[in-house]
């Protein structure tokens, strides 16, 4: 992706997010105040936010319990109990929320957020700034799985979380409740109407659509508060093609120079040049198929594998969560969510940086098969190289590629 196509997608996402989180005024009303104002401001009287659709499941009474309940802790815990939904102030993303609402809350320079999740109907998400102190990401998800839960309304399961996050040992409750579930069992929150969602490992933030578009307006927010018109539709499906024809032309460069390398290496001094060779046909292959962004990713992993046989010194892979950041700086441990295992992944600086914060890292996505976008390491391994290879981290991709007779997705 090219720096000018960078600077206009984290543009125009900064301005749809700034105008999703703003109310226009009507008439006569003079400057109403966005929803994340609206929040806010009620967190500046009551540590407790209830949306009026939630008022039957924590009513007043329960409300000023649960303050009572964070006032006796002393810590700076925040609550957010509000519904979410796919085009409203915050896109039906409660990550975006909470970035919002920390944004609109300078003053607070310790803030522990417990907040609806945007995916799943009455389960909670937890947010901790500056650092992971009270483990409070842990400490909010242990709540989903512990027994004495299962059936709690919205008002218990709160009740529990901010004990669980006064305790400090979130992380430690966390893998305690997770002991007798079976590996292969989902471990939380299915999808609604579906038992058993198989999208149970994902990162909090896997399963929302066009996520690393949400990731760079949230960046691009907290970092500007000016309010902007919105932005048509047509320029970002604009800019989104203009950004997949960049990278078919950077992918078809990368493909081009492999070839010229192999021809110049000598067959005597170059003991991985039939890996080369293999990864250039590969690469080729799967450029001339490409349905999309994620074959091209995959047209650049292939390429760099070729590169790094040439070279005699394979370094690491492309990044994990995005190959489109390039290669990758570390590798690290990533315990996807409802798993006690961990994946070594390889990943960039960003996303490195991003999960020590506690943060959903930008990843790539993909379409479903029913539709949805979705991370591409979402998708069935046996439909798609990429999700089984993680363009490099999980197996080498040319290794994948052919396993699977050729197939990308």
């Known amino acids: 992706m090219s720096t000018d196509v960078k600077r206009v997608v984290t543009v125009l996402a900064a301005l749809l997010l700034v105008a999703l989180t703003t109310t226009p005024a009507r008439a006569g009303d003079g400057d109403a105040p966005s929803a994340g104002q609206r929040i806010a401001e009620a967190l500046r009287t009551s540590p407790v936010y209830v ?10 009474s329960r409300q000023r319990e649960l303050a009572e309940r964070i006032r006796r802790t002393g810590l700076p815990i925040k609550v957010v109990l509000t519904p979410h939904t796919k085009g409203d102030a915050f896109d039906g993303d409660s990550d975006v929320l909470a970035g919002v609402v920390r944004d609109r809350l300078p003053d607070e320079r ?23 102190t009270h483990q409070a990401e842990d400490a909010v998800d242990a709540v989903g799985f512990l027994d004495e839960t299962r059936d709690a309304g919205l008002a218990d399961l709160t009740a529990k979380a901010v004990e669980l996050v006064a ?3 979130g992380t430690e409750r966390y893998e305690e409740a997770m002991k007798d579930l079976d590996d292969a069992a ?13 999208r149970w490992w994902l990162w909090p933030l896997a399963a929302v659509p066009a996520l690393a578009l949400a990731a760079l307006a949230t960046r691009a927010l907290l970092r500007s508060r000016k309010a902007v018109p919105a932005v048509p539709q047509l320029v970002f499906a604009t800019a989104r093609a203009a950004d997949e024809r960049e990278l078919r032309r950077r992918a078809e460069a990368e493909v081009l120079a492999l070839g010229e390398a ?35 990713a995959g047209v650049l ?38 798993r006690r295992d961990r994946l070594d992944v390889a990943v960039c600086q960003d996303c ?17 098969g029913d539709g949805r976008t979705v991370p591409y390491f979402e998708l069935p391994a046996g439909r798609s190289v990429w999700s089984a290879t993680g363009y490099g981290s999980l197996m080498q991709p040319l290794d994948g590629f052919n396993s699977r007779g050729a197939k990308t997705g």
């Open 51 to 60: 949306d009026e659709a939630y008022a039957d499941a924590v009513p007043p």
């Open 110 to 132: 310790e803030l522990i957020l417990i907040t609806t999740d945007g995916e799943f109907p009455d389960s909670l998400n937890g947010y901790e700034w500056p650092a992971d």
């Open 167 to 169: 305790e400090g040992k």
């Open 186 to 198: 989902p471990a939380r929150k299915p999808e609604p109407g579906k038992p058993g969602d198989s």
């Open 262 to 296: 192999t021809q110049a290496a000598g067959v005597s001094t170059t003991p991985g040049l039939q890996h080369a060779l293999d990864a250039y046909a590969a690469a080729g292959r799967v450029l001339d198929e490409a349905r999309g962004v994620p074959d091209l």
């Open 301 to 338: 992993a292939l390429t760099q594998e070729g590169r790094d046989a040439l070279a005699g010194s394979p370094g690491l892979p492309l990044c994990f969560f995005n190959p489109l950041h390039g290669r990758a700086a570390l590798r690290t441990g990533w315990r996807p969510l409802g």
């Open 352 to 368: 490195a940086d991003a999960l020590r914060d506690r943060r959903a890292p930008e990843v790539l996505t993909d379409r479903a």
